[in-house]
T-cell receptor
């Protein structure tokens, strides 16, 4: 149980284009999903917290207009990197949690983005 | 503010020997502590957590962690390391703010040598 998927697993795009990454909880309903960014050999940096049916809460320094997050259902959250630039190249990881009362976050396999 | 520290960038262990990956925390209130493991180019896998109860927590793949309140530590341990345990290990603490997000340590790379 508690499986989280991400799609695509990797993507290469041209500078200036937009890229959408999907995060799905496959066998549970996730009231909250989290989006992280990880640079090589570094820890995870939380970008935003996404709650179903409400606006995402972004961490300080993360541009909400650049990284659009939509949590349209209890099993799906999407991250759209708009007008991508090479510095947006990174490993993006999502996680999902059953509810506020249940603490454990379950992570997706990650999406590697390369912007040329 | 809540924080976790993983003082070792890398831990090297011979296969069959016990391993310890260190984590210390700083929180206000009761700590909610987690260990995750990350294999190359993969997301994080949940290993174990401490919320309350016994100080020794048993988790997946034979790992366990000992919560020590006086030393504010939550070290990850395994009695006998396997080469397949080689990976990146993250300690995390729950932030007491809204949405109970996790705050991760910098990570410790575990290398188990045959």
């Amino acid at each position: 149980g508690a499986v989280v998927s991400q799609h695509p697993s990797w993507v290469i795009c041209k500078s200036g284009t937009s890229v959408k990454i999907e995060c799905r909880s496959l066998d549970f309903q996730a009231t909250t999903m989290f989006w992280y960014r990880q640079f090589p050999k570094q820890s995870l940096m939380l970008m935003a917290t996404s709650n179903e049916g409400s606006k995402a809460t972004y961490e300080q320094g993360v541009e909400k207009d650049k990284f659009l997050i939509n949590h349209a259902s209890l099993t799906l959250s999407t991250l759209t990197v708009t007008s991508a630039h090479p510095e947006d190249s990174s490993f993006y990881i999502c996680s999902a949690r059953y509810s506020l009362a249940l603490e454990t976050q379950y992570f997706g396999p990650g999406t590697r983005l390369l912007v040329l | 503010a809540q924080s976790v520290a993983q003082p070792e960038d890398q831990v090297n262990v011979a296969e069959g020997n016990p391993l310890t990956v260190k984590c210390t925390y700083s929180v206000s209130g009761n700590p909610y502590l987690f260990w995750y493991v990350q294999y190359p180019n993969r997301g994080l896998q949940f290993l174990l957590k401490y919320i309350t109860g016994d100080n020794l927590v048993k988790g997946s793949y034979g790992f366990e962690a000992e919560f020590n309140k006086s030393q504010t530590s939550f070290h990850l341990k395994k009695p006998s390391a396997l080469v397949s345990d080689s990976a990146l290990y993250f300690c995390a603490v729950r932030d007491s703010g809204g949405y109970n997000k996790l705050i991760f340590g910098a990570g410790t790379r575990l290398a188990v040598h045959p």
